[in-house]
């Protein structure tokens, strides 16, 4: 049996897949850097890498152990694997909002959803769904971007500045 025997195949497959959510994260996170937020650039490929890691490792745990004990009886809730990358990035995100008491302001509240949308496209992506993970990294940064730009000509002109 040589090197590349079919586990291995899969290894690298969950490598590529994790490896495309880095570049997905960073561009997300080039937005946020550039802005000079409290989570940029290797902070949100971290995270959607992360994301997609955990969502390949779910299914590679099962299936290692239906095949360990001959059994199909073996299952994920793959839910459960959402739900723990969720409450992950939900404490990642935390530390990014800041309360501005004197200025009655909240910061960081973009950038802590900027994490959430980035691990959802690593999650995406970890699942092969591709165009998903794609699409959704383009409406994030229509929304940072495009957005963000129409938000500072609102506030400009009126006289508030956020």
């Given amino acids: ?13 969950v490598l590529g897949r994790v490896a495309a959510a880095i570049v997905l994260g960073a561009a997300i996170g080039l937005e946020r850097e550039f802005k000079d937020k409290p989570a940029g ?3 949100h490929m971290l995270m959607s890498g992360a994301a997609a890691l955990l969502v390949s490792l779910g299914q590679a745990v099962t299936e290692h152990f239906a095949a360990a004990l001959g059994s199909n009886l ?17 404490f990642m995100g935390a530390g990014t909002i800041l309360r501005r008491n004197r200025a009655r302001r909240v910061e960081g509240l973009t950038t802590a959803a900027s994490l959430l949308l980035s691990a959802a496209v690593g999650m995406c992506v970890g699942l092969d769904l591709w165009l998903t993970g794609v699409g959704a990294t383009v409406l994030v940064l229509v929304v940072l971007y495009v957005v963000g730009r129409i ?3 609102f506030w400009r002109h009126s006289g508030d500045s956020q």
Avoid at 74 to 88: E, M
């Fill in 151 to 153: 938000e500072s000509l």
């Fill in 74 to 90: 073996v299952g994920a809730d793959p839910l459960r694997i959402v739900s723990a990358v969720v409450t992950g990035v939900s």
């Fill in 1 to 13: 049996m040589n090197w590349l025997s079919i586990g291995h195949a899969a290894e690298l497959g």
């Fill in 41 to 43: 650039l290797r902070t």
